[in-house]
């Protein structure tokens, strides 16, 4: 199986520009440099941004961070941000963020879900594509799936009706719905792969990921040159595993659940978490986060991957339109990842430590 595989993913692709709509229309400050907000977050976060900041630095990238704590206050027993880090993002525009826990017994709700809804960052941009040089089964891998961010499974609406029986309520609305939809056909327009494919469970789940289909035929009607298509998730799920490079022109838009099984389920094709960025997109905000946890077991040790996180910041380059930079550190960090194990962290089979690393990709640009 393995060497058949290897056999018919004879082409390495590059990673390409993946421009990512919706404006950014942040202000370059007098000294020719944008603030960007950066939420450290939990666990290996600190670590991982650290670095980020030293490439950066490096790069003589024209952004200056704002960093921000994102401690969670219970207020009405909501979870709440601290308003100064709300109030950082609605001025930038623009944020970079390290993974978050969400902090244990105290009727907090998830933190990561408190952002999106407090920002309404309202799709999830999660590319995936192979890195050349690194060995993995395939190695044509390039995928992008675009998950409804803000409802759907993650509504967070749950309730006993008796002792014994719990209803946990999956939410679709047509606007969110139509707001994801729309955003994956303009996504599927500015990356040249014209093809949209709704990837969905409507034969079991009529009325809710109908609505999802549904919405979708109504909005295809507006890109008659953008192709689209409805896969049902398990076929999906089957097909991706089995030869990834059929989705290699597609854009995946699903409900939430959906979009984050299936995007780990992607990161594992190209070498697993430590690889995969992501983009939140908001109708003025914009969060880019690595797909990845806090890694709670790794943290503090210097053992960490910063390479989600950097291609995170990859993407936040480009959608501030300063590619010329992205592309420099993009093409660092790939060259490090290249170079061997002696400079790769323990989740790619190597030996390096984070900043070793860091101190790579750095002589690397
Ligand atoms: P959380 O509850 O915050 O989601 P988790 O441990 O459930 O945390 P992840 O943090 O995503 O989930 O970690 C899953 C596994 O992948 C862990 O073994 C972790 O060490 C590893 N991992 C995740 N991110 C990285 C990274 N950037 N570098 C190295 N290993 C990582």
């Given at each position: 199986m393995f060497r058949q595989l290897t056999r018919r993913s004879a082409v390495i692709p590059q990673f390409t520009r993946s421009y990512i709509p919706g404006q950014f229309t942040g202000a370059k400050k007098a000294n020719g440099k944008y603030t960007v907000t950066l939420i450290e977050g939990d666990g290996i976060g600190p670590e991982i941004s650290e670095a980020v900041k030293e490439i950066y630095a490096a790069a003589d990238v024209p952004i200056e961070w704002e960093p921000v704590d994102v401690t969670p206050l219970l207020i009405d027993g909501k979870t709440t941000l601290p308003q100064p880090a709300v109030d950082s993002v609605n001025k930038n525009l623009v944020a970079l963020k390290g993974p978050l826990a969400t902090p244990v017994g105290?009727?907090?709700?998830s933190m990561n879900l408190t952002l999106r809804r407090t920002f309404n960052l309202f799709a999830n941009v999660r590319p995936c594509q192979s890195v050349q040089g690194f060995e993995t089964p395939y190695k044509n891998v390039d995928t992008v799936l675009i998950r409804e961010n803000t409802e759907g499974e993650y509504s967070g609406i749950e309730h006993t009706i008796v002792p014994g029986v719990v209803q946990s309520i999956k939410l679709i609305t047509k606007p969110a719905s139509e707001k994801v939809i729309r955003y994956a056909f303009e996504y599927a327009k500015s990356v040249n792969k014209p093809h949209v494919l709704v990837v969905h469970k409507a034969s079991i789940m009529k009325l809710s990921d109908g609505l999802f289909v549904e919405t979708a035929k109504e909005v295809g009607k507006e890109y008659p040159d953008v192709s689209l298509d409805y896969e049902l998730l398990d076929n999906t799920s089957l097909k991706l595993a089995s030869d990834p490079s059929d989705y290699k022109n597609i854009v995946m838009v699903m409900p939430n659940l959906y979009g984050d099984i299936m995007s780990d389920l992607s990161s594992g094709l190209i070498g697993g978490l430590g690889l995969t960025p992501s983009a939140n997109m908001g109708n003025t905000v914009s969060i880019f986060e690595a797909v990845h946890g806090s890694a709670p077991d790794i943290a503090g040790k210097g053992l960490a991957n910063p390479t989600a996180l950097l291609l995170s910041s990859v993407m936040m380059l480009r959608h501030m339109s300063l590619n010329d930079y992205a592309d420099k550190i993009d093409a660092a960090v790939k060259k490090t990842i290249a170079s061997g194990p002696a400079n790769r962290t323990g989740d790619l089979r190597g030996t390096a430590s984070t900043q070793h690393f860091t101190a790579q990709v750095i002589s690397n640009l």
């Amino acid at each position: 199986m393995f060497r058949q595989l290897t056999r018919r993913s004879a082409v390495i692709p590059q990673f390409t520009r993946s421009y990512i709509p919706g404006q950014f229309t942040g202000a370059k400050k007098a000294n020719g440099k944008y603030t960007v907000t950066l939420i450290e977050g939990d666990g290996i976060g600190p670590e991982i941004s650290e670095a980020v900041k030293e490439i950066y630095a490096a790069a003589d990238v024209p952004i200056e961070w704002e960093p921000v704590d994102v401690t969670p206050l219970l207020i009405d027993g909501k979870t709440t941000l601290p308003q100064p880090a709300v109030d950082s993002v609605n001025k930038n525009l623009v944020a970079l963020k390290g993974p978050l826990a969400t902090p244990v017994g105290k009727g907090h709700s998830s933190m990561n879900l408190t952002l999106r809804r407090t920002f309404n960052l309202f799709a999830n941009v999660r590319p995936c594509q192979s890195v050349q040089g690194f060995e993995t089964p395939y190695k044509n891998v390039d995928t992008v799936l675009i998950r409804e961010n803000t409802e759907g499974e993650y509504s967070g609406i749950e309730h006993t009706i008796v002792p014994g029986v719990v209803q946990s309520i999956k939410l679709i609305t047509k606007p969110a719905s139509e707001k994801v939809i729309r955003y994956a056909f303009e996504y599927a327009k500015s990356v040249n792969k014209p093809h949209v494919l709704v990837v969905h469970k409507a034969s079991i789940m009529k009325l809710s990921d109908g609505l999802f289909v549904e919405t979708a035929k109504e909005v295809g009607k507006e890109y008659p040159d953008v192709s689209l298509d409805y896969e049902l998730l398990d076929n999906t799920s089957l097909k991706l595993a089995s030869d990834p490079s059929d989705y290699k022109n597609i854009v995946m838009v699903m409900p939430n659940l959906y979009g984050d099984i299936m995007s780990d389920l992607s990161s594992g094709l190209i070498g697993g978490l430590g690889l995969t960025p992501s983009a939140n997109m908001g109708n003025t905000v914009s969060i880019f986060e690595a797909v990845h946890g806090s890694a709670p077991d790794i943290a503090g040790k210097g053992l960490a991957n910063p390479t989600a996180l950097l291609l995170s910041s990859v993407m936040m380059l480009r959608h501030m339109s300063l590619n010329d930079y992205a592309d420099k550190i993009d093409a660092a960090v790939k060259k490090t990842i290249a170079s061997g194990p002696a400079n790769r962290t323990g989740d790619l089979r190597g030996t390096a430590s984070t900043q070793h690393f860091t101190a790579q990709v750095i002589s690397n640009l």
